[in-house]
């Protein structure tokens, strides 16, 4: 049987068996395959009668039929007796094939011939097996330094043979090179290439290589790129330079998508997000079948249940580009072939019918909840359209009436039944609610600096209580609002539900978090051209602890509190500020706020000098969302250096000391889903601001009432977390004198224009009434009431909210007065104090005797100032703001581009 193994796999025939051994694999090859011979040809069957039995006695066990014990014996003497015979006779025949004199390598000229001998069976001195030759071929060829391998047997005198192995060697590979592509591209690049330095050079190998990239180049979006080897070889060390030349060619991208058969109510806008493929994107020809997945998936989610794509097609066309002259007048896409670097791509859709809710029932324990209760929460009615998102936003408040009673595994199992003919569908919810839990352990995770107390105030749910699916929301959010944890992946703020079942009726709480890098130290020196060079120095933290700094200065930070300070200059502002702020006193809804601030200011018509400490307790109240406080000010006021074009009041009164004690009345109502860094939510402020009367002194007397309104609305979020979306925000304000004449004091009137949030198609101070002054120079008079609009859209460029962000903007806004002439103090009080500060403009003066400034009028909607314009943000890093303004329709005095550049650093 060992030489029927040895002897039959080489294919019968070719073997040449000897005929004894032959006639004995006759009966067995006719049991392994009826009817056919597995060796030798048929007149072996004839050469042994022992073996002619053995087969016929083995194909009667094959057959199934018994056999008796005396059969059996002779079965296994017949089978020694044939493999017995078989050795003798192929040891005589093995001894009949000539010897091997010597064996010759002929055309390794670099690789020894002794490292190709090592590897083959045939050797000097032993019989001829020409089975062992194909072996050889083999063996030299696994060894990839050779080509054309073939052998040659010659006879010798004395009987023996000599065997020459011809080869052709393969050069060395001395250098290995991509051209054609990028630096960074070809690094890559070289990792698809298997040929390397100090081999023998493969053609195999090589064409796998050139797939290979031309593969990795088509992953890239580069669908018609060519790769072809290039390859050198020097006749002399016979080394050769491989090179791969690469044209890419021209990335293939998505130009449109078109739907053929969408029906009413489906919007091709909403499909294309969910695309792979979409327009601008590199084409993926493989992603086809998954995005018409996703276009099916849209079409049932809007109540086409029977919706699909019956058939894509792709065109591809060429791209027109913007130095053609056809560009402006012919279209953007022509099918000429040259390129082919765009396609259009078109999804025929057979929408079906569209289908609609005809009824919903619940299947419930009636004594947690009432059908009324769970189809009152359920918010769709019946006949509305059958939409995926609203029949999942109906099922989870059903389910959230169930969880906020302590059943923390409540779930809902969705059961359908679709009516064809009608178009309805009947809609079973089975609501499974399981055990009543309570909580029972709270454990943060993750915050290695926070004090654990920090994350615990701001959970809603306390051990013991009962647990409540809203409470829990509630808490999450709340944590992510504190603005000292990170809230995008890879680790968003979660608040998970364990289940032990040791204490089958509670349910633990852990808080997973990532801090966030609260501290913040920066030193920024920029230029504008409207203030020329600015600079800051500051430092914030925004974790800080001041009664674990008390304790021990290594625990000085994690409480969730805020100490800050900043020093800014420029060319014509120099300011220094301090700030501390604790929004949780003594772990409590109590906020206390300290601030102090100096700024020397030449922006205006005159030189100020400013000093403003304040202070504001508040509390908080409906789980943190709404915030009334109280604040208190004094302002010291100096002014000096007024110029010729500043207003009449401000040359009355040229370098005066003023002074404030002012109260501020805040009620904010704060509903984003982080303050430092909001993409959702909205925020309503109301100040009201005395300064003097009511036992408070002031140089003059005036009330200030302002109020805002912002809004965030998330679009889209990326794979990163970051999150594109349009902030709308709306600002009024107001000044009245306190005094008997109505009197507001020309340093606390709005002159607005600037950086945002203010009006940014204006330069700073820019904004606002101008009438000429007694001098005769046109003067900024600043406004008494404000009105600004803003509309934002805000990209995160890196993917991240915290990375550098594109901006957006439309500001619209104006500022007025309600001055009268009447009310004016007198010119020739205003005339003398001018004579006696501008001596050389007293002829001057004196003809102006008698002016009067024009009443205001009230504000005509073309007296406000839109401007639009984008800008960059790096909001984590660096504080800075960039900010080109476009006005439209510019005013007297207002440029038709204003750029910004402020650091935000300040408090």
């Not at 600079?535 to 925004?542: K, L, P, T």
């Not at 500020?577 to 030449?602: E, I, M, Q, W």
């Not at 349009?726 to 009197?743: I, K």
């Not at 803003?790 to 007065?817: K, M, S, Y």
């Amino acid at each position: 049987m060992l030489i029927w193994g040895k002897k039959c796999r080489q294919g019968g025939q070719s073997c040449a068996p000897p005929p004894l051994w032959g006639a004995c694999c006759w009966p067995i090859g006719r049991l392994a395959i009826p009817g056919q011979s597995l060796a030798g040809p048929r007149d072996w069957r004839q050469d042994s009668g022992c073996c002619r039995v053995a087969g016929l006695i083995l194909r009667s066990l094959a057959e199934g039929v018994p056999l008796p014990s005396v059969r059996r014996i002779a079965l296994i003497g017949c089978l020694t007796l044939c493999t017995a015979a078989g050795l003798a006779d192929l040891s005589a025949v093995e001894m009949q094939q000539p010897q091997v004199a010597e064996v010759i390598v002929q055309g390794a000229e670099r690789l020894h011939p002794d490292r190709v001998r090592a590897r083959l069976a045939t050797r000097a001195g032993a019989p001829l097996d020409r089975t062992q030759l194909a072996d050889d071929v083999r063996a030299i060829h696994e060894m990839r330094a050779f080509t054309g391998i073939r052998t040659e047997v010659q006879p010798l005198p004395d009987g023996r043979v000599r065997v020459i192995f011809v080869v052709n060697e393969l050069p060395y590979v001395g250098n290995v090179s991509i051209t054609g592509v990028p630096y960074f591209t070809r690094r890559s690049l070289r990792t698809e290439v298997r040929t390397r330095r100090g081999q023998h050079l493969d053609p195999q190998i090589l064409e796998r290589d050139r797939r290979r990239l031309l593969d990795a180049l088509q992953r890239r979006r580069f669908l018609h790129a060519t790769v072809t080897p290039q390859t050198q070889v020097d006749p002399d060390s016979g080394i050769a330079n491989v090179v791969f030349v690469i044209d890419r060619r021209e990335k293939v991208q998505v130009a449109r998508v078109l739907f053929d058969g969408m029906p009413p109510g489906a919007h091709p806008f909403f499909i294309q997000g969910r695309l792979t493929n979409r327009p601008g994107t590199p084409f993926d020809e493989e992603m086809l079948e998954w995005d018409s997945g996703a276009v099916a998936q849209y079409l049932n989610d809007q109540g086409f249940l029977d919706a699909k794509v019956t058939r894509v097609r792709h065109e591809f066309f060429d791209a027109v580009e913007s130095w053609e002259e056809r560009y402006r007048h012919g279209p953007q896409l022509i099918p000429e072939g040259k390129t082919n670097n765009r396609v259009v791509i078109t999804y025929f859709v057979d929408p079906g019918p569209r289908y609609r809710l005809r009824s919903v029932r619940f299947l419930h324990d009636p004594e947690l909840a009432t059908e009324s209760e769970l189809r009152s929460a359920f918010t769709m009615s019946d006949g509305d359209i059958f939409r995926r998102q609203a029949v999942d936003a109906g099922s989870e408040a059903a389910r959230r009436v169930v969880a906020n009673r302590g059943h923390a595994r409540a779930r809902i199992e969705e059961e359908r039944i679709i009516d064809p003919e009608s178009n309805q569908v009947d809609l079973t919810l089975r609501l499974l609610e399981g055990s009543v839990y309570h909580i029972g352990r709270v454990d943060p995770d993750g915050n290695t600096v926070t004090r654990d107390q920090v994350i615990r105030r701001a959970i809603s749910l306390r051990p013991g209580d009962l647990y409540n699916q809203d409470a829990h929301e509630r808490s999450r959010t709340q944590i992510v609002r504190t603005g000292i944890f990170r809230n995008e992946p890879p680790r968003p703020v979660t608040i998970d539900t364990l289940f032990d079942p040791q204490r089958p009726d509670e349910v633990d709480l852990r808080v997973r978090v990532a801090e966030d890098d609260t501290g913040r130290f920066t030193f920024q020196v920029g230029w504008s051209s409207a203030v020329g060079i600015v600079g800051q120095v500051s430092y914030e933290e925004r974790n800080f602890d001041f009664v674990g700094a008390l304790i021990d200065r290594q625990h000085w930070r994690g409480g969730q509190q805020t100490l800050g300070a900043s020093v800014s200059w420029s060319q014509d502002r120099t300011s220094a500020s301090a700030r501390f702020l604790n929004p949780r006193v003594l772990d409590s809804n109590y906020y206390l706020s300290l601030g102090f601030r100096r700024t020397d200011d030449a922006s205006f018509d005159w030189d100020e000098v400013r000093l403003v400490p304040t202070a504001t307790i508040g509390r908080y109240f409906f789980d943190r969302d709404l915030l009334l406080s109280l604040g208190y000010s004094y302002t010291h006021l100096k002014t000096r250096r007024f110029d010729l074009d500043a207003p009449n009041d401000a040359l009355l009164r040229a370098n005066g000391r003023f002074h404030e004690n002012s109260l501020i009345l805040r009620q904010i109502y704060d509903a984003r889903d982080n303050p430092a860094f909001p993409t959702s939510g909205l925020r309503v402020s109301l100040e009201q601001s005395m300064h003097g009367e009511w036992g408070l002194s002031a140089s003059n007397p005036y009330y200030e009432l302002t109020g805002t309104f912002s809004a965030h609305i998330p679009l889209f979020e990326s794979e990163l977390g970051g999150v594109t979306f349009l902030e709308f925000r709306q600002r009024g304000s107001m000044l009245e004198g306190m005094g008997s004449d109505g009197y507001v004091p020309f340093y606390a009137r709005y002159r607005g224009g600037g950086p945002g949030p203010r009006h940014r198609g204006w330069n700073a101070n820019t904004q606002g009434p101008r009438r000429e002054n007694i001098v005769g120079l046109t003067a900024r008079a600043g406004g008494t009431r404000e009105v600004l609009s803003t509309l934002e859209l805000n990209v995160p460029v890196q993917g991240t909210n915290r990375g550098l962000r594109a901006v957006f903007f439309a500001d619209f806004g104006h500022i007025w007065d309600d001055y009268r002439a009447a009310d004016d103090q007198p010119v020739t009080a205003l005339q003398n104090r001018a004579s006696q500060l501008f001596p050389t403009f007293a002829t001057q003066i004196g003809d102006n005797t008698g002016s009067t400034w024009e009443d205001a009028r009230s504000p005509r909607l073309s007296d406000f100032s839109l401007a639009v314009g984008g800008g960059i943000r790096l909001p984590a890093f660096l504080p800075i703001a960039l900010d080109l303004a476009y006005v439209i329709d510019p005013k007297p005095g207002q440029s038709s581009t204003v750029f910004h550049f402020s650091i935000s650093g300040g408090f």
